[in-house]
């Protein structure tokens, strides 16, 4: 009697997207769900002009020919450019010295305002010598430098204490009596190539004295010692 072949048949392997389908759904909070793709034209950033960016007015050389300086009626500096056939006109101009200590009267930076908006102003042009202008315009921008940069002259020096490292001074000014303390006296105290004396103290005053050989006596040894 033959034997009987018993035929065995090869175990069926579950599918990949059997087990995918029974995972999700026995955990359908792990599912993960399809996002919508973001719309490419909505991502990408504007485009920025770097030319418009970093664009700067060039700086010009100011003379009593190109520009005219006028008080404006809210009391600031305006400023007339001409150019060719065309005038600009600013309501406001700043000015700035470029050498305050050394050349005060030279080298005056014509400047836009700063603003929030634009950050520092731009610079409109340069004053070579401010004695180029006439008399009026001289004494405007004079007046205007004046407030910018205050600079006392002391006309007598009335003590001079050191006291814990610290210099402490009272003096007669142009600007009435004043008191102020230096750290460093050698350092704060300056003399100038015209002879001046520029004095600076911890406070960012700023003082002159024209001509330290005009002082009187005991004002001149108090500071004697530091020039």
Not at 24 to 31: I, L, V
Not at 92 to 109: D, G, H, M, N, Y
Not at 198 to 206: A, K
């Amino acid at each position: 009697m033959a034997e009987e072949k018993t035929k065995i048949l090869p175990t069926e392997k579950p599918s990949e997207e059997k087990d995918t389908k029974d995972t999700s759904a026995k955990n359908p909070s792990d599912a993960k769900k399809e996002l919508p793709k973001p719309d490419v034209a909505e991502e990408e950033d504007e485009e920025v002009d770097a030319d418009k960016l970093f664009q700067r007015r060039p700086s010009v050389a100011l003379t009593p020919d190109n520009a005219r300086f006028r008080r404006s009626a809210g009391g600031m500096i305006s400023l007339e450019l001409i150019g060719g056939e065309e005038t600009e006109t600013f309501e406001r101009v700043v000015v700035l010295r470029s050498f305050p200590i050394t050349a005060p009267e030279e080298f005056l930076s014509v400047r836009e305002p700063d603003t929030r908006k634009k950050g520092r102003g731009a610079e409109i042009g340069m004053i070579r010598h401010l004695s180029d202008f006439d008399a009026d315009t001289v004494a405007l921008i004079h007046e205007e430098l004046s407030v910018r940069y205050f600079t006392p002259q002391i006309l007598k020096i009335h003590s001079v204490k050191e006291k814990f490292g610290y210099s402490y001074w009272e003096a007669e000014t142009t600007a009435g009596k004043v008191s102020f303390v230096l750290n460093n006296p050698f350092a704060n105290i300056r003399v100038l190539e015209d002879q001046r004396i520029y004095i600076s103290d911890m406070d960012g005053n700023s003082f002159v004295i024209p001509d330290p050989t005009a002082l009187d006596r005991a004002s001149y040894r108090r500071i004697e010692v530091y020039i």
